[in-house]
């Protein structure tokens, strides 16, 4: 099984972190970088000249191939996920699933900076993704009131590497199949799931920083053994589409 990692494209939030922090929301849209970042990497995905697929695993001679034959497509429900999803899913010719526990550390918050401190939000209710997002498959868990729930609070890191390690564990359950699955997830969670495949949990010393719609490949074998093959890919960018 190959798995491809995609880190969403630029959200407002990103860009508050450089300009201000005031200005962040609990579940920000892509920025105009952000769509072009998504469009590149969908084109990418479905029509890049692949020369790192083995095809002929006996002579293992290089072919080259069309796109990266991807099977499935994952993505979170947070929204910059979801639209990050949307080319790649239309380049491809694959519905996205959405699969709630790839969703970013910490939930979806927001410090209100007043009396009000930090406020939970549900993210968007099954009839706002459908009317959104036509045609993406939608778990019975996310009703029209929404997916996320802050009863317990802010997701702890602890937290969101237990989610990772669930994750994790059913990916691995495909590393007997030829199946090539596409993630798009967030940087901090693609951070913990990396971790969790390599057995670098719990580990605060060391971070995977991955650029918007930056790709990463991991292969697993079918004899169990789990090989990264590149991390942190931006070649469908241009230089000043780096971020």
């Known amino acids: 099984m190959e798995l491809y990692i995609i880190r969403h494209g630029q959200s407002t939030n990103n860009l508050s972190m450089i300009y201000d922090m005031k200005d962040r929301e609990a579940d920000p849209p892509l920025t105009d970088l952000g769509l072009k970042q998504a469009d590149r990497v969908a084109d990418y995905v479905a029509n890049s000249i692949n020369f790192d697929r083995w095809i002929d695993r006996k002579t293992e001679e290089r072919q080259e191939v069309k796109g990266l034959g991807v099977t499935r497509l994952y993505c979170s429900p947070m929204l910059r996920t979801l639209q990050t999803a949307q080319p790649i899913s239309k380049a491809l010719g694959l519905q996205a699933e959405i699969w709630p526990d790839l969703h970013e550390h910490g939930g979806l918050h927001l410090d209100m900076g007043d009396e009000r401190g930090i406020v939970g939000f549900p993210g968007l ?15 019975e868990t996310i009703t029209d009131t929404g997916w996320y729930d802050f009863s317990r609070g802010v997701e702890d890191i602890a937290s969101a590497m237990a989610r990772a390690i669930r994750v994790a564990l059913t990916l691995k359950a495909h590393a007997m199949t030829d199946e090539r699955i596409a993630l798009v997830i967030h940087g901090t969670f693609a951070d913990a799931l990396l971790k969790s495949f390599l057995n670098l949990l719990p580990n605060h010393d060391t971070y995977f920083a991955m650029y918007n719609t930056g790709i990463t490949r991991v292969d697993f074998r079918r004899d169990g053994k789990i090989v990264p093959r590149y991390f942190n890919r931006t070649v469908h960018l241009g230089p000043d589409e780096v971020s």
């Open 125 to 139: 209710g099954r009839n706002a993704i459908t009317e959104r997002f036509p045609g993406y498959l939608i778990p």
